[in-house]
C-alpha cells in the first residue's frame, strides 16, 4: 500500500474513531491512537516500521508546530503570576518521578542502569496531547495555564535529566569512568536550541509588520517554523524548544497583532494531530513487549511515573502555594507522554548500539517499553486532562467571539420590544410615536403584524418637508414605508445575520418568524449584538 493511501486512511479512520470517543466523553486523542495501534505491527500490519521512519520529517514539523504553539501559552504575566509555582511543580514532579521509576525498576531487574534510564525517558511530559484536551475543552483559568506552561518547559528538565542519566548508564553498562563530555554536549544542543528559535521569533516579529495581506500570515508563519524545524534538524537539537522559543518571543513582543498569526495555524494543524497520533499507537509491537519477559518492568515504569507525577506535583504545589485546585488537579493532567519519550527512547537505542550486541538488546527493549508505556499513557492520559480542568471548573473558558456567535440564534439576541408603525397610521400618529422614542428606524406592519417596510427618521423628515408644500395630501405609513431588502428569520443562525451586517454595511436587521408569514418578531442591532458578545466571552473566561 503506498504511502499517501496510508496517510489517507490514518487522518480518516482516526478523525471518525476521534468523533467517536468524543461522543463517548472520551478526548479525541484516544480514537487517534487506537487507530494507530490497530494499524500497526501488533494488529494489522499497514504501518510497517521502515514505512513510520519514512515520516520521520512530518512528525518532527508536527513536533514544532506544538513547540510554537506552546510559546504562544506562555506571556510573562503567566510567570508573574503564578511563576513561584510553576517552577517548583516542575521540578518536584520530574525530579520524584525519576527517582520513584529508577528505584521500582531496579527492585524489579536489579539493574541500576536500566532504571536509570527508564527514569530519565519517564521525566518527559507530552504537550500535543495535553494542549489538545485543553483546546477540545476551551479550558482557561489558573491550572490550564500552568499545565501550558509545564509540560512546555518539561522538555529542558528531561534533556537535562537524560544527559546526566546516560552518562551513568553507558558508565554502568560499559564499567567506563564517567564522562562529563555527554553533559557539555547536551547544554550546547539547548542553547542552540535557544539561539534559533530566538532568531526565528525576531523574524516572525519583523514580518507582521510588513504583511499587509492577512492570508499571508499562515504561508509566512508555516515556512519560518519549517525552517525553524529545519534547522533543529540539521543541527541535532531539540524541536520542540526552538519553535517554543519563536512563539514566547512572538506572543510577549506582539501579543495583540500575533493573536490571528497563532489562530491560522491552530486552524490548519487538526489533520497533522491526528496523524502524529495515529503513528504513536503504531510505533506498539505487543508482540515483544511481552515476549521479551519486560511486563513486570513495563508496570513499574507505569506506576512509577504515574506516582511520580501526582505526589511530585502536589508537593510542589504546596511548596509553591499554589492554588487549591492547581495542588489538586495538576498532576492529573501531566500524564501524557509521547513524541519526546519516544525520541529519548530511540535516541538511547542509537547510543548504546555501539556498545556491542548485548548492549543493543538493552536499547531495543528499552525503545518497546518506551512505546508501549507511551500507549498506556496516552490512552489513560488525556482523559486524566479532561478530568483534571472538569473539577478546576476551567472547561469552557477560553472562548473567542466567534465561539459565541457561532453557538446563537438570531432568536437569541432579538429585541422584541420595538416601536411599531400599523401601515394606516397617518403623519401626525406617526411623528408623535417618533418623538416618544429614540429609535431611529422603525418596522411597518399591517393588521396581521405582517412586515411591509421601514420607515427611518431621514425618510420622515424629507415627508414632512414636502408635506409643508401641500396640506391637503393624506399620508399614511404605507405611502411611505421603505420595502425589506434585508430581513432574517428568528431561528436562522446568528452568524448569518452577522455576515449580512458586515457585506451590506448595516447596523439594523428586522427578525421575521419565517418567509411565508413573514410575521414581525422583533429587530437586532449590530452594535447591541456585539456588546452582549463581548460581555459574554469575558463572562464565560471569568473576567466578570
Request: net charge neutral.
Amino acid at each position: 500500500m503506498n504511502i499517501i493511501l496510508l496517510v489517507g486512511i490514518s487522518i480518516f479512520a482516526g478523525t471518525l474513531l476521534g468523533k467517536g470517543f468524543q461522543v463517548l466523553k472520551i478526548p479525541q486523542v484516544s480514537g487517534y491512537i487506537v487507530v494507530g495501534l490497530l494499524m500497526g505491527t501488533s494488529f494489522l500490519g499497514l504501518w510497517q516500521p521502515e514505512t513510520i521512519e519514512r515520516l520521520t520529517t512530518l512528525t518532527s514539523l508536527v513536533l514544532g508546530l506544538i513547540g510554537f504553539m506552546l510559546g504562544a501559552e506562555l506571556q510573562v504575566s503567566v510567570f508573574k503570576n503564578r511563576g513561584r509555582s510553576i517552577y517548583s511543580i516542575l521540578f518536584c514532579q520530574g525530579l520524584m518521578t525519576f527517582f520513584l521509576v529508577v528505584f521500582l525498576v531496579y527492585l524489579v531487574t536489579r539493574k541500576l542502569y536500566l532504571g536509570i534510564l527508564l527514569g530519565a525517558i519517564a521525566t518527559a511530559t507530552d504537550p500535543a496531547s495535553t494542549v489538545d484536551v485543553l483546546w477540545e475543552n476551551k479550558a482557561r483559568g489558573p491550572l490550564a495555564s500552568t499545565l501550558m506552561a509545564i509540560v512546555a518547559l518539561d522538555d529542558v528538565l528531561a534533556l537535562i535529566i537524560y544527559a546526566f542519566g546516560l552518562i551513568v548508564a553507558k558508565a554502568m553498562i560499559i564499567h567506563a569512568e564517567f564522562s562529563f563530555d555527554l553533559l557539555l554536549h547536551a547544554l550546547k544542543e539547548i542553547g542552540t536550541a535557544v539561539l534559533i528559535g530566538s532568531l526565528s521569533g525576531f523574524l516572525l516579529l519583523n514580518l507582521l509588520k510588513f504583511i499587509k495581506d492577512r492570508k499571508r500570515i499562515l504561508p509566512f508563519a508555516f515556512g519560518v517554523i519549517a525552517l525553524t524545524v529545519g534547522l533543529a534538524l540539521a543541527f541535532k537539537i531539540d524541536v520542540i524548544l526552538s519553535t517554543m522559543l519563536a512563539g514566547v518571543i512572538l506572543v510577549n513582543k506582539a501579543p495583540q497583532e500575533s493573536g490571528e498569526m497563532f489562530d491560522a495555524i491552530k486552524k490548519f494543524m487538526p489533520p497533522l494531530y491526528v496523524l502524529f497520533f495515529v503513528l504513536v499507537g503504531a510505533r506498539l509491537n505487543i508482540a515483544i513487549v511481552f515476549g521479551s519477559g519486560a511486563t513486570l518492568v513495563l508496570l513499574a515504569l507505569i506506576f512509577g511515573r504515574s506516582l511520580g507525577k501526582f505526589v511530585g506535583s502536589y508537593l510542589g504545589g504546596v511548596i509553591g502555594q499554589a492554588s487549591s485546585n492547581v495542588k489538586k488537579y495538576v498532576g492529573l493532567g501531566l500524564f501524557p507522554q509521547a513524541g519526546v519519550a519516544i525520541g529519548m527512547a530511540i535516541s538511547i537505542g542509537h547510543n548504546l548500539s555501539h556498545l556491542g550486541p548485548e548492549s543493543e538488546q538493552i536499547g531495543l527493549t528499552i525503545i518497546n517499553l518506551a512505546v508501549a508505556s507511551t500507549f498506556v499513557f496516552q490512552i489513560i492520559g488525556p482523559p486524566c486532562v479532561k478530568l483534571a480542568v472538569v473539577k478546576a471548573g476551567e472547561t469552557g473558558r477560553d472562548v473567542t467571539e466567534e465561539d459565541i456567535i457561532d453557538s446563537y440564534k438570531v432568536s437569541d439576541v432579538v429585541n422584541q420590544k420595538v416601536p411599531i408603525i400599523r401601515e394606516d397610521y397617518p403623519l401626525d400618529a406617526i411623528v408623535e410615536l417618533v418623538k416618544s422614542s429614540d429609535a431611529d428606524q422603525f418596522c411597518v406592519v399591517d393588521s396581521a403584524k405582517k412586515l411591509l417596510g421601514l420607515i427611518s427618521i431621514g425618510d420622515l423628515r424629507s415627508v414632512l418637508l414636502e408635506q409643508e408644500l401641500d396640506l391637503n395630501i393624506l399620508i399614511l405609513a404605507r405611502d411611505i414605508a421603505v420595502p425589506v431588502a434585508n430581513a432574517v428569520r428568528a431561528d436562522c443562525p446568528l452568524n448569518e445575520a452577522i455576515h449580512i451586517f458586515n457585506r451590506k454595511n448595516i447596523d439594523i436587521l428586522p427578525v421575521v418568524d419565517d418567509d411565508i408569514s413573514n410575521e414581525l418578531v422583533g429587530m437586532i442591532h449590530y452594535r447591541t449584538i456585539m456588546s452582549t458578545i463581548q460581555k459574554e466571552v469575558l463572562r464565560r473566561r471569568g473576567n466578570i
